[in-house]
Antibody, heavy 120, light 106 residues
Framework: EVQLVESGGGLVQPGRSLKLSCVAS????????MTWIRQAPGKGLEWVAS????????YYPDSVKGRFTISRDNAKSTLYLQMNSLRSEDTATYYC?????????????WGQGVMVTVSS | DIRMTQSPASLSASLGETVNIECLAS??????LAWYQQKPGKSPQLLIY???SLQNGVPSRFSGSGSGTQYSLKINSLQSEDVATYFC????????FGAGTKLELK
C-alpha cells in the first residue's frame, strides 16, 4: 500500500524557516517524481515544488522560487521541503504527492497533509 | 502561465441526478488534464487523468471529456458519497488547478 506521511509543520513567525519531511512507503521511491502542493485555509490547490526521481532537477513557481528548496534522499525514501523567509501567505496545508507513472504529470497519491501557520 | 477557469463554483443537485463541471484552459493543453475529488477534511483523490481515463478504483459513474481548451467532468446518478469539492488540474506546462466546484445535495 502506497503511503506518504508528512511531518514538520507548525506555527512559525514571518521571516523564519521551517523544513517539512515526507516519508514514502509501499513503492519504489527512486522511480517517481515527487511534488509538494499546498492549500490555504478554505482555498484551492497550488503547486509549490517538484523534483525528478533522481533529484537532478527541481522546479518551482515564481511565488516560492528563491525561498523554498525541494530535495530528496532516495536511500531513506524521504522528500523534503525547506522553506525560508516565510510569509503570512505561505500559511496552508502542505501535501506531499507522487507523480503518476513516474513522471511529472498528475498526482496519483497524496499524503494526509501538514499544516504550516505563519504568524507573529 | 496557463490559467484554469472552473465552473460553476458551487452546485446543488439531488440524488440520482447527473452533474457536469466545466474547466476552461487559457490555452490548448492537449488533454493534459486531471480531475480530483476532495471530501471535507481529507486529501484530494485522483479521479480522471489524460482528460478521459478513469483512475483505478474510481466508480464508473464518473467520466471525463474534452479537448483543446475545454474539458468537463460528468457524474451520473449522483450518490451521497459524491458530496465533495472537485478540482481540475492541467499538467501540460507545469501545474495549475481550477478554483474548485463545491458539490452539495439538494
Amino acid at each position: 500500500e502506497v503511503q506518504l506521511v508528512e511531518s514538520g509543520g507548525g506555527l512559525v513567525q514571518p521571516g523564519r524557516s521551517l523544513k517539512l519531511s515526507c516519508v514514502a512507503s509501499g513503492f519504489t521511491f527512486n522511480n517517481y517524481w515527487m511534488t509538494w502542493i499546498r492549500q490555504a485555509p478554505g482555498k484551492g490547490l497550488e503547486w509549490v515544488a517538484s523534483i525528478t526521481n533522481t533529484g537532478g532537477s527541481t522546479y518551482y513557481p515564481d511565488s516560492v522560487k528563491g525561498r523554498f528548496t525541494i530535495s530528496r534522499d532516495n536511500a531513506k525514501s524521504t522528500l523534503y521541503l525547506q522553506m525560508n523567509s516565510l510569509r503570512s501567505e505561505d500559511t496552508a496545508t502542505y501535501y506531499c504527492t507522487r507523480g503518476a507513472a513516474g513522471g511529472g504529470n498528475y498526482f496519483d497519491y497524496w499524503g494526509q497533509g501538514v499544516m504550516v501557520t505563519v504568524s507573529s | 502561465d496557463i490559467r484554469m477557469t472552473q465552473s460553476p463554483a458551487s452546485l446543488s443537485a439531488s440524488l440520482g441526478e447527473t452533474v457536469n463541471i466545466e474547466c476552461l484552459a487559457s490555452e490548448d493543453i492537449y488533454s493534459d488534464l486531471a480531475w480530483y475529488q476532495q471530501k471535507p477534511g481529507k486529501s484530494p483523490q485522483l479521479l480522471i487523468y489524460n482528460a478521459n481515463s478513469l483512475q483505478n478504483g474510481v466508480p464508473s459513474r464518473f467520466s471525463g471529456s474534452g479537448s483543446g481548451t475545454q474539458y468537463s467532468l460528468k457524474i451520473n446518478s449522483l450518490q451521497s458519497e459524491d458530496v465533495a469539492t472537485y478540482f481540475c488540474q492541467q499538467y501540460n506546462n507545469y501545474y495549475t488547478f481550477g478554483a474548485g466546484t463545491k458539490l452539495e445535495l439538494k
